[in-house]
């Protein structure tokens, strides 16, 4: 494994060695056997909570940023640890969307391809846009096996609570990606019922594409559960951000991959308040970086980044799950990486080092990274 321990962002060369397949012949290339964990106690403190000037608490994680050759551009922490990715991947589970040709069968729009990478809040912005996807595809709000859940959105959640409803799975912050999963059902002839099984063709693709873009044998990974119902595959963090460094620069991929690559990236880019919606990190933080950051967070202190530009992806994993600590950590990268510019970083200080208020709105704290990182 080529690893450049530095610790910042830029200056990295471009020397492609990917075949023809999509896989990676070289860096990052490997399994996880012989893999040793590294103690908690190696394993950096990237976010920090204050309370009267006191660090009240601290979360620990790892994060790697990576370039499209598989060189380590730079790492905290083991970043060959295997972690779930969770929903931090939307986007290159929407690959086979686009690949099978259900795209261009079903006319999906970019908001539609945004919605499939999505978190989203359950707005009716959000769930508008959804149901009038299945309607199209043949399908509808019970075909989608994601489950259910109140909206995100706290105004969305009391609408329906006043007005005596229950959500539905169009509510679902997964019901944008799981359409996009029916439409690539519907449109390869495969039965719908069922497409969450691991052993159904359309997680069988999405498997394929997620050893192709991490160059990773997967096949005897570690896997679970998600949230929505879909497998998640326990994946080396510093491989997540090669996958997602593939798809700042794809020149290297295949054809198809790339052209289906440069349509997610474009629609992801172009539709953030459809990624995730009011007041989220995920929103707020691509609209600051005006395309040059591609962001996306998953459950358990998961997150994953784009940054076209630059050709660099870049994966975080809070090793206590914490949310709160995974956008923080993502916007110190950013800030390292110079995507986010120090006038930014403060126009956005609620979601980059927010105040801690008690209940009668004072402020007592803040969240914040760690003193001296990254660096």
Request: include cysteine; charged fraction near 20%; glycine fraction near 12%.
């Amino acid at each position: 494994m080529s690893d450049h321990h530095g610790h910042a962002c830029c200056g990295h060369g471009h020397t492609h060695g990917h075949d023809a397949s999509g896989s990676l012949a070289g860096p990052l290339a490997g399994s996880l056997e012989g893999h040793a964990e590294l103690g908690a106690a190696e394993t950096p403190v990237l976010v920090e909570v204050t309370r009267g000037g006191v660090v009240e608490s601290r979360h620990r994680g790892i994060a790697a940023v990576v370039d499209a050759d598989g060189h380590v551009v730079a790492h905290w922490g083991d970043f060959e640890k295997p972690v779930y990715a969770r929903s931090a991947i939307k986007s290159l589970q929407a690959i086979p969307l686009v690949e099978s040709g259900a795209v261009e069968a079903f006319g999906i729009s970019d908001e539609e391809l945004a919605l499939a990478c999505a978190s989203h809040n359950g707005e009716e912005r959000h769930t508008r846009l959804v149901a009038a996807w299945l309607e199209r595809i043949g399908c509808g709000p019970a075909d989608l096996e994601c489950g259910t859940h109140l909206p995100y959105d706290e105004q969305t959640a009391h609408g329906l609570i006043r007005a005596g409803e229950g959500p539905g799975t169009v509510h679902n912050n997964c019901s944008g990606k799981h359409a996009g999963m029916l439409s690539t059902a519907r449109h390869k002839g495969e039965a719908t019922k069922g497409y969450i099984r691991f052993d159904h063709p359309v997680q069988q693709r999405i498997l394929g594409v997620l050893e192709q873009m991490t160059a990773r044998d997967l096949s005897a990974a570690p896997r679970g559960v998600d949230g929505c119902g879909i497998p998640t595959i326990a994946i080396p963090l510093g491989s997540l951000a090669l996958a997602m460094a593939r798809m700042a620069d794809p020149r290297e991929l295949p054809d198809r991959r790339a052209e289906a690559v440069a349509r997610i990236r474009h629609a992801w880019g172009a539709h953030p308040y459809l990624v995730g919606g009011r007041g989220t990190f995920d929103t707020r933080m691509m609209e600051a970086a005006a395309g040059e950051a591609l962001v996306k967070i998953g459950a358990e202190g998961v997150m994953c980044a784009v940054l076209p530009k630059l050709g660099l992806g870049i994966a975080v994993k809070i090793e206590d799950g914490a949310t709160r600590a995974a956008g923080i950590a993502m916007a110190a990268l950013l800030r390292q990486c110079k995507v986010l510019t120090e006038a930014r970083w403060q126009e956005l200080a609620e979601v980059t080092h927010p105040v801690i208020t008690n209940r009668v709105g004072l402020p007592v704290g803040e969240i914040r990274p760690a003193a001296g990182w990254p660096e």
